[in-house]
């Protein structure tokens, strides 16, 4: 799959974490996750043109480091959740769902632009 496909399905998991927290807990900060999505999936689409994609990429990149940055606190407080001690359980799981997606994103993408300039260099 390729990082373009890849900037989609990560984009679309954050939406449904999205829809899928608001629906659970009805606060409107638990959408949060959809914006980044949508920004990832954009990314994504413009991608697809050949002309566009290592600007795409760099972009969707960007989004993802700017998503996982604040929701690592999520992470943070997965201790006090599991000894039952969160004051906000709900965004607790969702901030660490959003910083997993981001974080795999960007795991795929830098590989992506490592592959990219190894081949280059070869060719």
């Known amino acids: 799959m390729n990082v373009s496909s890849m900037s989609l ?9 999205g829809v899928g927290g608001y ?4 606060s409107p900060t638990a959408l949060i996750p959809v914006g980044f999505g949508v920004l990832l999936g ?16 760099h972009a969707a990149a960007a989004v993802a480091l700017l998503g996982f940055l ?6 943070l407080g997965i201790p006090a959740l599991l000894a039952g001690q969160a ?17 795999g994103f960007l795991v795929v993408a830098v590989r992506s632009f490592i592959q990219a300039r190894r081949a280059r260099a070869a060719g």
Do not use: D, N, W
């Open 9 to 17: 399905l990560f984009g679309g998991l954050l939406v449904l974490t």
């Open 23 to 26: 629906a659970a807990y009805g």
């Open 42 to 57: 954009i990314c994504g689409l413009v991608a697809r043109k050949e002309h566009l994609r290592k600007h795409a990429m």
């Open 70 to 75: 604040p929701s690592v606190r999520g992470l």
């Open 87 to 103: 004051a906000r359980p709900g965004a607790v799981v969702l901030q660490s769902v959003m910083a997993i997606l981001c974080l």
